[in-house]
């Protein structure tokens, strides 16, 4: 079992920054296939990045493409999502996620086993 725990959420003006955090705890095996997820009021779940912690490559949504950076720090069982330029339309519950998928399967898929609880991301005008 991983138990992801995920903290950094808040309000900001548009055009400000946030960085999001996601500690796993639990059975941690060395490399996981960890992503974070956005669902708005209303809307769908859509994953928004994704990172293989035992690679360098990463996948990002169109919609979040030079703006939001996903980064992991394998000592502290931790990834991140760099938010800047944040939109109105990047509010959401951000959510994340991890699977045993590795490598090019990690990215290609947003298939997940584990999510933590979320937290909100809001962004004013």
Same mark, same amino acid.
């Given at each position: 079992? =991983?138990q992801l =725990?995920?903290? $950094?959420? #808040?309000?900001?003006?548009?055009? $400000?920054?946030?960085r ?8 941690t %095996? ?5 992503a974070?997820?956005?669902?708005? %009021?209303? !809307? ?10 035992? #690679? ?7 919609? =979040? !493409? #030079?703006?939001?950076t996903?980064?992991?720090? *394998?000592? !502290? *069982?931790t990834?991140y ?5 944040? !939109? %109105? ?18 990215l290609?898929?947003?298939?997940? =086993?584990?999510?933590?609880? #979320?937290?909100?991301?809001?962004i004013?005008?």
């Amino acid at each position: 079992q =991983v138990q992801l =725990v995920e903290s $950094g959420g #808040g309000s900001v003006q548009a055009g $400000g920054s946030l960085r999001l955090s996601c500690a796993a705890y639990g059975y941690t %095996p060395s490399y996981l296939c960890m992503a974070w997820f956005r669902q708005a %009021p209303g !809307k769908e779940r859509d994953r928004v990045a994704a990172i293989y912690t035992g #690679g360098s490559s990463t996948y990002y949504a169109d919609s =979040v !493409k #030079g703006r939001f950076t996903i980064s992991q720090d *394998n000592a !502290k *069982n931790t990834v991140y999502l760099q938010m800047h330029s944040l !939109k %109105p339309e990047d509010t959401a519950m951000y959510y994340c996620a991890a699977s045993y998928r590795s490598g090019s399967l990690c990215l290609a898929s947003d298939a997940m =086993v584990y999510w933590g609880k #979320g937290t909100l991301v809001t962004i004013s005008t």
